[in-house]
Nanobody, 117 residues
Framework: QVQLVESGGGLVQPGGSLNLSCVCS????????EAWYRQAPGKERELVAK???????TYGDSVKGRFTISRDLAKNTIYLHMNNLKPDDTAVYYC???????????WGQGIQVTVSA
C-alpha cells in the first residue's frame, strides 16, 4: 500500500512563509501527477498547486505568485513553499497523487496551516 505523510504545517503570521513536505512510501511520483489541496472549515476542497509527471506546474488563482510546488523524485517527496501568507490561506492542506481515475487517488492525512496575528 502507498502512504503519504505531510509535515511542516503550523501557525504563522500574515506575510510569513511556510514549507510543507509530503513523503511517499513508494517511488511512484514519476508515474503520476501530484497536487496539494486545501479545505477550510465550511468551505469546499480547493486545488492549491499541481505538478504533472512531466514536471509542469499549475496553481489556483488565489495562490499564484505566492506559492511554489516542487518535487524531488529521489526522495519520493513533493513540497509546497508558501510565501506572503494571508488569513484566507488558513486550512487543512492535503497531499494528493492523481491516479487518473475518480476514486482511485492517494491522499495524505492532512496538515493544519493557520495564518493569524
Amino acid at each position: 500500500q502507498v502512504q503519504l505523510v505531510e509535515s511542516g504545517g503550523g501557525l504563522v503570521q500574515p506575510g510569513g512563509s511556510l514549507n510543507l513536505s509530503c513523503v511517499c512510501s513508494r517511488n511512484i511520483f514519476s508515474a503520476y501527477d501530484e497536487a496539494w489541496y486545501r479545505q477550510a472549515p465550511g468551505k469546499e476542497r480547493e486545488l492549491v498547486a499541481k505538478i504533472t509527471s512531466a514536471g509542469s506546474m499549475t496553481y489556483g488563482d488565489s495562490v499564484k505568485g505566492r506559492f511554489t510546488i516542487s518535487r524531488d523524485l529521489a526522495k519520493n517527496t513533493i513540497y509546497l513553499h508558501m510565501n506572503n501568507l494571508k488569513p484566507d490561506d488558513t486550512a487543512v492542506y492535503y497531499c494528493n497523487v492523481d491516479r487518473g481515475v475518480v476514486g482511485w487517488d492517494y491522499w495524505g492525512q492532512g496538515i493544519q496551516v493557520t495564518v493569524s496575528a
